[in-house]
């Protein structure tokens, strides 16, 4: 790993509170590999024999509908872990997983971490650290959905990219229009037209690059009632 990735590592819910000592047993001696964009990662029904932690990219976990349509239920980002659940339900993974940008990644071996964990009871804390953050970031997903329109949760999006304390912003949409849209619960064509209606409010898109001349103005209007 780069030291890049190791602070990436690090920095994770699942090791950050982990001696270093302990975090190089999990890791073990698997290289991280490389998942090009579009790659499948695993499929629902699998055996659940890995966890991953992403070092830089985005993967997006979904399920499909009978009608052959993609439901998005959550999407992941670099310094996340996920899949860990699978190793205590079932041992098949839920879901599928796939790189929606060209990503880098850790795999963890779900024996030989579950090996551990029984060695070293301050892995089991870690689990739970990172177990409550997806929680967390679940329901704050659903409090969006549920209690801000459309244009509040794209507000709530954008923020979420600015660096913090910034009041103007220049930033790129992560990953493809059609994604962002999937996860703020909209259709493909409501978001063109929201993001010309962010135009009032200091947002300007060119292509994916998104530039905030206000990020104050726009982070009132995502929490206004």
Known sequence: MTPDELS??????????????????IVGNEPPRNYAKGQTIFSQGEVADHFYV?????????????????????????GDSFAEAAMFSGYRYPAMAEAIENTRMLSINCNHF???LGENPEIAM????????????????IEQMKGRNSLQRLAFFLIDLCPMDATKAVVELPYEKYLVASRLGIQPESLSRLLKKMQGYGVHCNKNKITISDVVALRDLAIED
């Open 8 to 25: 990436t590592l690090r920095s994770s819910t699942l090791f950050n509170s982990l001696p270093d000592g302990i975090s190089q047993k």
């Open 54 to 78: 992403i070092l830089s990219g985005w993967v997006k976990i979904y399920r499909l509908h009978s009608s052959g349509d993609e439901i998005i239920l959550h999407i992941f980002k670099s």
């Open 114 to 116: 579950k090996k551990l």
């Open 126 to 141: 870690s689990m739970l650290a990172s177990t409550s953050v997806h929680l967390k970031g679940l329901v704050l997903e």
